[in-house]
């Protein structure tokens, strides 16, 4: 069964605006979460993280929101742009030494931003 | 500057072919992994190794052995290829020490005929 769930595959905006991308998680251990970009024919590069002591990260236009009593965490771009159109994985971890350092992936949202 | 690099970009296989694909990092980690990502159902754990001669099932090993002979390769091997195994196959480490991120190579597409 799916740990990491992202309902929706797939999100059209328009270049300028907001860009929002939904992840939810169904197992309480995770403690560290990310978002990954993937364009067609090349492997994911890794966008931002956060650790479950936090409830917001920002990197640029690019801002993680944690929600721990929901199990829902967001990623918000902000202003959204057409090289933003790709792929968005989300995946989570359960800590060092208990798995391993394995990541547990979302199905993805494929993400369009047009002019 | 990391580095993860895979030793071939595009594959095509005939059935029943074995097939190794190869995955190296300069990283000097002991955790690798090797998933496929197939559209609509994101990224797949195949097998991860967490040191040289030690691996781990993921969640869809059937069809598929590894090997980790030096702590820097990790080699995903397809006994017996099949139409199935037709997917993108991704390998990932990560950086350093301490952390779970994983950076990930620019992927194999291997397609079997």
């Known amino acids: 069964d799916q740990q990491v769930k992202q309902n929706s595959p797939s999100l059209s905006v328009q270049e300028g605006r907001i860009s929002i991308l939904n992840c939810d998680y169904t197992?309480?251990?995770?403690?560290?979460f990310l978002w990954y970009k993937k364009y067609p024919a090349e492997g994911p590069t890794f966008l931002i993280s956060?650790?479950?002591?936090?409830d917001k990260n920002e990197d640029g236009r690019f801002t993680v929101f944690l929600n721990k009593s929901a199990k829902h965490l967001s990623l918000h771009i902000v202003p959204s742009q057409p090289g933003d159109s790709a792929v968005y994985f989300c995946?989570?971890?359960?800590?060092?030494?208990?798995?391993?350092?394995?990541?547990?992936f979302g199905r993805g949202t494929q993400l369009t931003v047009w002019p | 500057d990391v580095k993860v690099t895979q030793s071939s970009r595009y594959l095509v296989k005939r059935t029943g072919e074995k097939v190794f694909l190869e995955c190296v990092q300069d990283m000097d980690h002991e955790n690798m992994f090797w998933y496929r990502q197939d559209p609509g159902l994101g990224l797949r754990l195949i097998y991860f190794?967490?040191?040289?001669?030690?691996?781990e099932k993921g969640d869809i090993p059937e069809g598929y052995s590894v090997s980790r002979e030096k702590k820097e390769r990790f080699s995903l091997i397809l006994e017996s290829a099949s139409t199935n195994q037709t997917s993108m196959y991704l390998c990932?480490?990560?950086?350093?020490?301490?952390?779970?991120?994983?950076?990930f190579g620019p992927g194999t597409r291997l397609t079997v005929l």
């Open positions: 197992n309480s251990m995770f403690d560290y």
């Open positions: 190794s967490y040191d040289v001669k030690m691996k």
């Open positions: 990932a480490s990560p950086p350093r020490r301490g952390t779970d991120t994983q950076y």
């Open positions: 956060i650790s479950s002591i936090k």
């Open positions: 995946a989570a971890s359960a800590g060092r030494g208990s798995t391993l350092g394995r990541l547990y």
